[in-house]
Nanobody, 123 residues
Framework: QVQVVESGGGLVQPGESLKLSCVVS????????IGWYRQAPGKEREGVSC???????YYADSVQGRFTISRDNAKNTVELLMDNLKPEDTAVYYC?????????????????RGQGTQVTVSS
């Protein structure tokens, strides 16, 4: 059984950076596509980014140029570096996995999901 665990959330001020980590167990990371999506209070889930098993990367327009996704298969870890954070980035961020390929960045296309980590951007 694949398990996905996020960490790294917190409270930051606008313009600051934060790095989220996603550790995967129970399956070889090099066969998985890993994505991040988020959900703000009262809003629908929003896809953020996805990195395929072979390395292709996708970003939502809202984070393009500010967020960077990367993977380290040896450590079974995927990271999401978030720069120049804005108040509208405030949400619970979830890591999720599916085999091999990303299907865009939509939050509905994953088989395994973590419990989420809170990111709050506020002055």
């Amino acid at each position: 059984q694949v398990q996905v665990v996020e960490s790294g959330g917190g409270l930051v001020q606008p313009g600051e950076s934060l790095k989220l980590s996603c550790v995967v167990s129970g399956f070889s990371l090099d066969s998985l596509a890993i994505g991040w999506y988020r959900q703000a209070p009262g809003k629908e889930r929003e896809g953020v980014s996805c990195i395929a098993s072979h390395g292709s990367i996708y970003y939502a327009d809202s984070v393009q140029g500010r967020f960077t996704i990367s993977r380290d298969n040896a450590k079974n870890t995927v990271e999401l570096l978030m720069d120049n954070l804005k108040p509208e980035d405030t949400a619970v961020y979830y890591c999720a996995a599916r085999e091999y390929y990303c299907i865009g960045v939509g939050p509905q296309n994953y088989d395994y999901r973590g419990q989420g980590t809170q990111v709050t951007v506020s002055s």
